[in-house]
């Protein structure tokens, strides 16, 4: 007779999710949303991503702090993320910034945003707390994570990404032992320590932590009487922890879920316009790295009543066609022509318009004969009749938010400058 296999650690897990965050290099698209708001992938908000991976991971109870201008966010989470049920033992938090220690703060760090909230976590009597930032693109199984901490004995267990060294003074790295455990945690290094046995390599975290969740108050409680603190796990709470205590790192290609037979461990911070627009593009891809169309790891978002995609015309110069391109429902492609782009929900292009390398947020209106490349369209923009981009860099510049790597972002108020 086979032994009962254990119960899974995610079941006595809460995932609190990290979504204040403002996002300030991807420009204008976090002038009216915050980062883990912005649109990805054609149906999805950025912080599906995370939410979606403790929900497949067996996390049933999950916060989400928000800050930054919330709106979009907060309304998102409760259209597409209310299924949890209380009677299932479910629960799905939003906690806004809502100045509950003190009437003149606001979240001031990311461990000041769970302090501010224990009393709440505290009533949901779990045994770990999974802390996870709001913006990153991942497919990760936060059990393995689970099981490698409680394995470990270890106070917090970092999650963390192999990372070349040359590109990773801009996030925390841990300098680690050959057991895995943290000697040092080093928030943006200007030289980051290499991994052992891998000079060119350092190990950047991920901003995903767990920990044992009397640990974590006791550790919030310590922090928040520190009056030189910055309240943030990043600076602060790791750093103590592995000087004064015990934290292990967890190699992230041992819990990525991969599809098929890809070998490549997926994961992208689309923190810059440049960032974002090549990550939505790779999607176009044959066999893209992110597959999206893995039913047994979905990302959940939500789901709008659309009507399908249509393609009408079919003229020599007025056909609607679309090749290596990925489109919503709803969108109409009105005898124009789409080359490896990425369509949102309920976008229009229309006759004789041409747009190839193009992200075009939900219910965008392409004129007819646009002719438009690499570039990233807002939500909502009226395209008008005729307009060129991406053909002359320089003059691009003079109208739109155009990158070093010549990516236009173009938004409404962009083109009502046009007209003045």
Request: aromatic share 10%; charged share 25%.
């Amino acid at each position: 007779m086979n032994a009962a296999r254990p119960e899974p650690l995610a079941r006595q897990a809460l995932a609190f999710v990290l979504a204040g965050g403002r996002g300030s290099r991807l420009l204008e698209l976090t002038d009216r949303r915050a980062k883990p708001a912005v649109y990805f992938g054609g149906k999805s908000r950025i912080i599906d991503f995370a939410l979606s991976n403790a929900v497949n991971s067996g996390i049933r109870r999950i916060a989400v702090a928000t800050q930054y201008k919330a709106h979009s966010l907060i309304r998102h989470l409760q259209m597409g993320w209310n299924f949890f049920r209380p009677e299932r033992n479910e629960s799905f938090d939003i906690l806004p910034a809502s100045q509950r220690v003190s009437e003149t703060m606001w979240y001031v760090g990311t461990a000041d945003a769970v302090y501010q909230n224990i009393d709440i976590i505290e009533s949901h009597a779990c045994r770990f707390i999974v802390v996870l930032a709001g913006d990153h693109i991942y497919k990760m199984d936060y059990e393995v994570m689970l099981r490698q901490h409680v394995e470990s004995g270890a106070d917090v267990t970092v999650g963390c990404l192999e990372m070349p060294r040359a590109e990773s003074s801009g996030f925390g790295i841990m300098h680690i032992d050959e057991n895995g455990w943290i000697q040092q945690f080093l928030e943006k290094p200007k030289d980051p320590p290499p991994m052992p046995g891998k000079p060119d390599v350092s190990l950047a975290s991920m901003g995903i932590y767990v920990f044992d969740a009397k640990f974590l108050f006791d550790q919030l409680k310590r922090d928040a009487e520190d009056p030189n603190s910055n309240h943030d796990f990043g600076r602060d709470i790791i750093p103590y922890i592995v000087k004064n205590g015990r934290a292990m790192a967890h190699q992230y290609s041992t819990s990525c879920v991969r599809s098929g037979s890809d070998t490549r461990a997926y994961w992208r911070d689309v923190g810059t316009v440049d960032a974002y627009w090549a990550a939505n593009i790779d999607l176009t891809d044959v066999v893209p790295e992110l597959d999206l169309f893995d039913r047994a790891w979905p990302i959940w978002s939500y789901a709008e009543i659309t009507p399908p995609a249509k393609f009408v015309h079919d003229e020599e110069s007025r056909r609607g066609q679309a090749v290596s391109s990925l489109v919503s429902g709803g969108c109409i492609i009105s005898g124009a022509s789409l080359r490896r782009s990425l369509l949102f929900t309920g976008v229009r292009i229309n006759s004789y318009a041409n747009v190839e390398n193009a992200v075009i947020m939900p219910y965008v209106n392409v004129g007819r004969g646009a002719r438009l490349s690499n570039v990233v369209i807002d939500r909502g923009v009226e395209i008008p009749e005729g307009l060129v981009v991406g053909e002359d860099p320089e003059f691009d510049g003079k109208r739109f938010r155009t990158t070093e790597q010549g990516i236009s972002l173009i938004t409404q108020p962009m083109i009502d400058r046009l007209n003045t």
